[in-house]
């Protein structure tokens, strides 16, 4: 759904003027990468008496930093006033040419920005890796379906490889027998971006449970040595 949301926003329009926030124009001297996202599920998404009515998203521009933008998105279900799923996304503004943390252009923040610099954007903590009570590790290699139109590892893919790995662990823990107590409803996820990785790079996934919260479990994506993405899961008790 998120995805969804995502490729409709940004989808290329014949049109300049009806891209949205006329992104098919400042792309012309910037590109914007993810940085950082946060989703949060209600437990009426997962409630099977919830009538299956058409699903409409609202989508709106939270807030403006320096060299930064932060969008939500939420999911409704026809009758239900509260949103099913809410999600924020924070995108980093990179110049063109130089490939490197850039302003947007004045023209966009003019027409987008005002009143929006002072809005709390989205703060993801980073993971620090316990010196013990690591529970589990797993290698991935990135394969050719895990790209994006860059050639980068696709942002929902490190996701996959955090939960892939979560399931892992607990089927290995509680047996195949019990795989179903491995698929449970997640309340939120988030995720922080802070490298790359392309075709064929081998990522390390640790995996460990929050001290305070049974139901939080916290990741860190590794390249070698290089932090390459944070990211928590956290369950429906």
């Not at 809005?119 to 690591?134: A, C, D, S, W």
């Not at 379906?145 to 996701?159: A, E």
């Not at 996820?189 to 081998?202: A, K, R």
């Amino acid at each position: 759904m998120v995805e969804f949301s995502r490729n409709v926003t940004y989808n290329p329009t014949h049109l300049e003027s009806q891209s949205f926030m006329d992104f098919s124009k400042s792309s012309r001297s910037v590109l914007c990468y993810t940085a950082a996202t946060d989703t949060k599920i209600s437990p009426v998404f997962y409630d099977y008496s919830t009538p299956k009515n058409p699903v409409e998203f609202h989508l709106e521009l939270d807030h403006v930093g320096k060299t930064s933008y932060c969008m939500k998105t939420q999911f409704f279900f026809e009758g239900i006033e509260e949103p099913v799923v809410e999600n924020k996304y924070t995108m980093v503004f990179i110049d063109s040419e130089s490939m490197k943390s850039s302003q947007p252009p004045e023209w966009w923040k003019e027409k987008y920005a005002s009143g929006l610099e002072k809005r709390q954007g989205l703060k993801i903590p980073r993971n620090v890796i316990p010196e013990t009570g690591v529970l589990f590790g797993k290698q991935v290699q990135i394969a050719a379906s895990n790209l994006d139109q860059f050639l980068h590892t696709n942002w929902s893919n490190y996701l996959k490889f955090c939960y892939d790995a979560l399931v892992e662990y607990e089927v290995k823990k509680l047996g195949q027998e019990n795989i179903l107590n491995s698929f449970r409803k997640v309340k939120q996820f988030s995720l922080l971006f802070l490298q790359e990785s392309s075709l064929m790079d081998t990522l390390d996934v640790q995996l460990w449970k929050d001290q305070e919260n049974p139901y939080l479990f916290k990741f860190k994506v590794l390249k070698k040595t290089e932090d390459v993405c944070d990211c928590q899961i956290e369950f429906h008790s």
